[in-house]
């Protein structure tokens, strides 16, 4: 389960056992932040063991536009994505396929 932080920074986890990271979306994505994201960035709580797409599926960010993710700066392939990869203190990235020339 995925939570936005409360303004106040108290947790809304029910036995303290969460994990705080910062969850960033960039270019069209970022309009499906949570209402109090700033700087295409918001604090959120996991459950421990959520995975990468525990946090894109929660956010309703279609797969196919989760083009690049990083996690602390390292980019996450998508047969990674699964796996319960966050810990406290971590922050997730998320761009779109971009094109131009």
Same mark, same amino acid.
């Given at each position: 389960m995925v939570r936005e932080l409360q303004t106040s920074g108290a947790s809304n986890a029910q036995d303290? *056992?969460? %994990? /705080? #990271? =910062?969850? /960033? +979306?960039? *270019?069209?994505?970022?309009?499906? +932040?949570?209402? =109090?994201? =700033?700087?295409h960035a918001t604090g959120v709580e996991v459950d421990p063991g959520t995975s990468v797409l525990d946090v894109i599926d929660q956010f309703k960010v279609p797969r196919e536009s989760a083009h690049l993710v990083l996690l602390n700066g %390292?980019? #996450?392939?998508?047969?990674?994505?699964? /796996?319960?990869?966050?810990?406290d203190g971590d922050t997730l990235a998320i761009w779109p396929p971009v094109a131009g020339g």
């Open positions: 303290g *056992a969460s %994990v /705080k #990271i =910062t969850f /960033k +979306l960039y *270019a069209s994505l970022t309009p499906l +932040l949570p209402g =109090t994201g =700033t700087d %390292v980019f #996450i392939a998508p047969e990674e994505r699964h /796996k319960p990869l966050l810990q």
